[in-house]
């Protein structure tokens, strides 16, 4: 193992304005291993990876490349020196055919045009050796997130890397194309390749790595041996404090929630359906109810609770709420009604990146009262102000832009945005997705504490323990259609849950 | 899953497919209603009257699959006819230095434009709008007068005649389509090409692939200004003069030409082919006003505002379902 590195970084800096986001970090990357590269939310890893393909410029520091020093210039640069990426959210060009994302930029040739059979040819090959089964000339966009993630990593395999940078890439896999991913990983690492991974799910950390970095706000915290550290001081040198009570965070309160008081249902859905999203299903939400909804991916668990929010046009069913028929035709019309929705991808439909935190935070609220009656500076402020403490967001800068800030304190401001308008429903696709262990439990707490305080809350989540922590209800979708609604008193475990999920009854 | 990858393959070619029904139905149409309607010449017709706008239109496609717009392109027209013309007949230039060289000012400015939209992150739109007014005003500082040409070269260009057996196209028809096909093969089987749809599907992730994201932008306004040109040397063919007037509001018959023909306003998506059938439906159309005789020509706009508003919504349609 002691080899030279691949690739070795000293002192890297970066600044964006008012953040200092990488300040003087050393990083070392050895052929043949899988690195992690850890760290909270906001502790520089995207950043640090941005600055290792060339996508930002680093403001200091120095980079060596198989003994070279180097400086890269931008991702063709990174690409031509051996570095390729595929990061969190696919960046692939979904007009074009599977076939050509994987070899756009060096399509095969023959008397200087493109070979489209042999492209197509070798595509088809290079996907089989994923296992995966798709058509590689038809458009990316007509497969899921998770395949499309596939072909990305499809494309970086083959760019010849010596270095491999992922990031996130498992946050929109289920299981088995998980442990189809780390077959890959492991075939490559054996083939001398250098993979850096960057992953939430610890346990996949512990599965798949050799070695870790961990940084914090922005500075190198230590680089260690993965057989040498075990979980619970991983977790504290992430937040770097002791962090008492983090066991009971992380596993307290699973398979103990009491049924909230019985009552009339805030919402009731009753056969809603939309063709090719999701079949027809009963759903009933009382106040202080938190209901998960577990499934693969796929399963339909957005498409259902897009139903609910009215951002999907339901093809039949009705909705009550509080007894009487409501129209949900638009989101719009599901605001009015108290119902707020957090959805999976903040990046396109959530957040707006140029505006900053305050913006972001106050625009539902402001939506909500008409553009009549705009809010005061001050009173927009202290909102901005009092959610940045509750959620702890950070940088606690109410004027920062949002696109400057990390995925799990962009999940926060989005949360913020939704609680401020104090939702009777409140809909969460995938909270804690791409987020650290920290913020995850945060983000938990506040969860149980708002169905305490009597809001209805609906929970989807791929993280099966996480769903039966918070949930008193579990409904079970397999394959578009709602299977089972579980009741979570205590008997429930993760493994009956996909118990119902592979049988399709309830278990 | 594969019936679902094949119903989105199917997708792209909606607009394409109705493009191509619409003109052959128009076509059917015009020969039911009007004698002597129903020839190969009429549609021959056809391509000897747009050629112009045919070589525009390939340029704006190139330019509307990366997501862009270039609103410049009439203007340019007018442009070149009026330096064409200028130099040929005012300072006795040779028509074999005069051409390359409007073609090489077409491209110049095409790519300064595409330099600035990059460099500055600019909407293309404001870019070009300035290139217009720029361009526009240039033609009236060579004269406010129209310059007719008399020069031999221009005149047989204009007059030649090249049989097709009963039939026959003008010279400009024969570079109109010579440029489709080079178009043709640059955007579906060069890498520059594909990088064009690259950058109209995401740019972001052009950039992160690793592709010349830069220079795909420059070239393909440095196109435009290269059909533009070349739009404005047939026009001289065609019209014999050079004129600041001349080719008014011919941007948004090539946009119109564009959509028409199928490729998606917001980018990567469309085809060349259907560009050629877009120009092609514009031309029937004026035909179709021309033959029934009693209508102003004003028809022509009115039915291509029409047949827009119908375009743009199917390709809304199609777009929307694709979440």
Known sequence: ?507 | MNANALLARVRGQIPLLVTSVLLVSMFTAGSVQYDGFFSGQVLLNLLIDNAFLLVVAVGMTFVVLTGGIDLSVGAVVALSTMVSAWLVEQHGWPPLLVIPLVLLMGTAGGWVMGWVIHTFEIQPFIVTLAGMFLARGLCYTISIESISITDPSYTAMAQTRIPLGDLFISPSVLIALLVVAAAFVVLHYTRFGRNVYALGGSEQSALLMGLPVARTKTTVYAISGFCSALGGVLLTFYMLSGYGLHAVGLELDAIAAVVIGGTLLTGGSGYLLGTLLGVLVLGLIQTIISFQGTLSSWWTRIVIGGLLFVFIVLQRLITARRR
């Open chain 1, 1 to 507: 193992m002691r080899q030279q590195p691949v690739l070795e970084v000293r002192g890297i800096r970066k600044e964006f304005p008012g953040v200092v986001a990488l300040d003087g970090v050393d990083f070392r990357l050895f052929p043949g291993e899988v690195h992690a590269l850890m760290g909270e939310n906001g502790a520089g890893k995207s950043t640090l990876i941005k600055v290792l393909t060339g996508v930002y410029p680093a403001d200091g520091g120095e980079m060596v490349l198989a003994g070279e020093r180097v400086r890269i210039a931008g991702p063709l640069q990174a690409q031509q020196a051996g570095i390729s990426t595929v990061y969190q959210e696919v960046n692939l060009c979904p007009n074009l055919s599977v076939a050509e994302n994987i070899f756009i930029g060096r399509e095969p040739r023959r008397l200087g045009l493109i070979a489209w059979a042999e492209m197509r040819r070798r595509a088809a090959e290079l996907v089989r050796t994923l296992d995966l089964d798709i058509d590689v000339s038809a458009p990316l966009d007509s497969y899921s997130i998770a395949v499309q993630q596939l072909v990305a990593i499809v494309r970086a395999v083959d760019v010849s890397a010596k270095v491999l940078i992922l990031d996130e890439p498992t946050s929109s896999l289920d299981r088995d194309e998980v442990s189809q991913l780390f077959t890959v990983m492991r075939r490559l690492r054996d083939q001398g390749v250098a993979i850096l991974f960057v992953s939430h799910f610890l346990d996949q950390i512990y599965e798949i790595c050799d070695r870790m970095t961990v940084l914090r706000n922005g500075r190198l915290e230590g680089e260690y041996l993965t057989s040498e550290l075990n979980q619970v001081d991983l977790v504290s040198r992430m937040i770097g404090s002791e962090l008492a009570g983090l066991d009971q965070l992380a596993g307290g309160q699973r398979g103990e929630r009491s049924a909230p008081a019985a009552g009339p249902a805030f919402l009731e859905a009753e056969g809603l359906a939309r063709r090719g999203a999701v079949e027809p299903y009963d759903l009933a939400i009382r106040p202080g109810e938190v209901i998960g909804l577990a499934g693969l991916l796929g399963s339909g668990r957005t498409e259902a609770a897009r139903l609910l929010f009215g951002a999907d046009h339901k093809d039949g069913g009705a909705v009550r709420i509080n007894g009487t028929e409501a129209d949900l035709r638009t989101p719009r019309d599901a605001i009015a009604h108290g119902i707020a929705f957090c959805s999976e991808n903040r990046k396109t439909e959530g957040l707006v990146g140029e505006l900053t935190v305050r913006e972001n935070i106050v625009l539902a609220l402001q939506a909500a009262r008409g553009w009549t009656r705009p809010l005061s500076r001050t009173a927009q402020d202290a909102l901005a102000e009092r959610w940045i403490r509750t959620l702890d967001i950070r940088p606690g800068d109410s004027e920062a832009l949002v696109r400057n800030l990390s995925g799990g304190n962009q999940q926060k401001v989005l949360l913020a945005r939704w609680l401020i308008t104090d939702p009777k429903l409140l809909i969460l696709d995938e909270p804690t997705r791409g987020i650290d262990i920290g913020a995850k439990a945060e983000i938990q707490k506040l969860v149980a504490d708002l169905a305490e305080k009597g809001m209805a809350v609906l929970f989807i989540s791929a993280e099966l323990e996480e769903v039966l922590r918070l949930s008193h209800r579990v409904g079970v979708l397999r394959d578009r259609r709602m299977v089972a609604q579980l009741r979570n008193d205590g008997g429930l475990t993760p493994e009956r849950v996909l118990a119902t999920i592979a049988s399709g009854a309830e278990q």
